[in-house]
């Protein structure tokens, strides 16, 4: 038997604060281009 | 005037001619062969698995767009390839069978100078007794299992409307399998449509994976760096589990599935069952059916594919050791070492080992996740592969091939938890590169500024965005080569 249900027991619960923030419109669009803006930056690393 | 033949395309194959057709003069040929009629979004599978998306959102036929960019289109299985030619046709060909309505079941042959297998998996659910939508099992890798997968999900929402507690299990029902990220999409997606529902207190939602902890998906996990704190993809996730009421059994590998009954094995060794009420399982992946000559006609599969039926490139296959690994035995060129014409890319090519670390239960079953290379990467070596491709072509020399390696190759990964503009949500993460590489980055093998997670709407919106825009690039609109991979 695996400890999966165990841990997840023991993990972090998102505090209100958290989850509002999540699905907070424009919070969310703040990060909607930090995300992007890091996903394009990581695109371009490497070989390709 | 050189043929390039691209067998498959999915998101490897289709990049690969797109920017063939691109880039090289008319007089040479790009010719596809794909046994489907339609490309797919994969990734927006798991949508139409919950019902939330419809099939033609996530397909398109490929023949008018063939049509119109000047690429010759075989709707046909690739069944034999003959790099050195055979006793009946010297050219390098391959044996294709046409699935096309029009010339069902007729074989030909067609020559190549160069030729790209982008042939991704075999899904391969005779690997599990029981699996799969043509037994006790659902799917979401095509969009008609994804339909079926809706269904039944709806049967089960039904259900539980009338009062009676449902359990749903969703994974992979291997222990082997790969595109973890795939199911962990699929079990918070419909967790999400229970909850819409309203008949979330009513179900159980167990997610049932070969991955050693939660968090692994097939690379063996991420460390994070967030808000000066270091984390791990296995803390991070475990948290969305426990915010959304997820079980999970990890370590597992499906034994058998009967009618409402799983069997799995753990990594321990020990044996268990879990019942259910709906199951997605995912299954395993092997290579396609390709079986290839040389100029003799002898057999000479098993050394241009792998056991499991991937090809040979150019990775390191030679350290069959976990602590020998290294980054650099993963394939940069995608070139075969037998035939320098001859590429595989993304699924299709043999990975040389796991990324995840392999463990092995007392019974001697494997239960380690195999390498994912869909997605990001996939593109990516589709890419790549044309551009040796075109160099050699237009400088009509063997000049060397463009490099890109997973070790060396980041990947964004959207894994959607729940769909709807204002209440969707997903988790969001990037990893540099792929394949860690502890000699450059010593400790978790990655980038701490690279490699990084993040849980929110703003994941649904870059997710769908993601979906509009491959479309896009794929249905090869205006400007389509201007989205990266």
């Known amino acids: ?48 | 005037m050189a043929r390039v033949v691209v067998l498959g395309a999915g998101i490897s194959g289709h990049t690969a001619a797109l920017h063939l057709r691109r880039r090289l003069a008319k007089e040479h040929e790009v010719v596809v062969v794909t046994p489907n009629s339609k490309w797919n979004w994969i990734p927006s599978n798991i949508w139409v698995g919950v019902g939330n998306m419809r099939t033609d959102q996530v397909t398109f036929p490929l023949a008018p767009v063939y049509r119109r960019k000047g690429i010759v289109f075989h709707q046909a299985l690739a069944t034999e390839l003959h790099p050195e030619g055979s006793p009946d046709l010297a050219a390098p060909h391959v044996t294709v069978r046409y699935t096309d309505p029009r010339r069902e079941g007729e074989v030909a042959q067609l020559t190549y100078d160069y030729l790209i297998n982008a042939t991704g998996p075999k899904l391969n659910f005779a690997a599990t007794p029981g699996l799969g939508p043509d037994a006790n099992t659902v799917s979401v890798c095509t969009p008609q299992h994804a339909v079926h997968a809706s269904e039944e999900l709806a049967k089960v929402i039904a259900t539980l409307r009338q009062g009676v507690r449902q359990r749903l299990v969703v994974g992979v029902g291997h222990g082997t399998c790969t595109c973890e990220g795939a199911a962990f999409e699929y079990a918070f997606n419909v967790e999400h449509e229970l909850r819409t529902a309203g008949v979330r207190d009513l179900a159980e939602v167990v997610y049932l994976t070969n991955e050693y902890e939660l968090g692994d998906f097939g690379v063996g996990g991420m460390v994070f760096h967030q808000g000066g704190e270091e984390t791990t993809s296995k803390y991070w996730t475990e948290s969305l589990f426990r915010e959304r009421d997820v079980r999970a059994i990890v370590q597992a590998h499906v034994e058998k599935v009967e009618p409402g009954v799983i069997h799995y094995e753990q990594l321990d060794g020990s044996r268990n069952t879990l019942t259910f009420d709906f199951a997605m399982l995912l299954p395993p992946f092997r290579g396609v059916d390709l079986t290839a000559f040389d100029a003799q006609g002898r057999d000479i599969t098993s050394e241009m594919f792998a056991p499991n039926g991937f090809m040979k490139v150019d990775a390191n296959y030679a350290s069959p050791v976990y602590e020998d690994w290294s980054a650099a035995d993963w394939p940069s060129t995608y070139e075969s070492p037998r035939y320098p014409n001859v590429f595989g890319v993304g699924i299709a090519f043999a990975p040389p080992h796991q990324i995840s670390t392999p463990r092995t239960s007392p019974n001697g079953t494997l239960i380690t996740p195999a390498p994912p290379r869909t997605g990001m990467p996939s593109g990516v070596m589709g890419k790549t592969v044309a551009l040796t491709i075109v160099d050699r072509i237009t400088t009509g020399t063997a000049t060397a091939a463009r490099r890109a390696s997973m070790a060396d190759m980041g990947a964004a990964c959207v894994a959607s938890a729940g769909t709807g503009l204002r209440r969707g949500t997903a988790a969001s993460m990037t990893m540099y590169p792929v394949v860690p590489d502890y000699a450059r980055f010593p400790g978790s093998g990655r980038s701490d500024k690279d490699t990084f997670g993040e849980i929110g709407l703003a994941g649904h919106w870059t997710k769908y965005m993601l979906h509009v825009l491959f479309m896009y690039k794929a249905m090869a609109r205006p400007g389509w080569h201007l989205i990266p991979e």
């Open chain 1, 1 to 48: 038997m695996d400890h999966a249900n165990d841990d997840i027991a023991r993990a972090l619960m998102p505090s209100a604060h958290t989850l509002r923030e999540r699905q907070n419109l424009l919070f969310q669009f703040w990060r909607f281009l930090a995300l992007n803006l890091r996903f394009v930056t990581m695109i371009f690393k490497g070989e390709h």
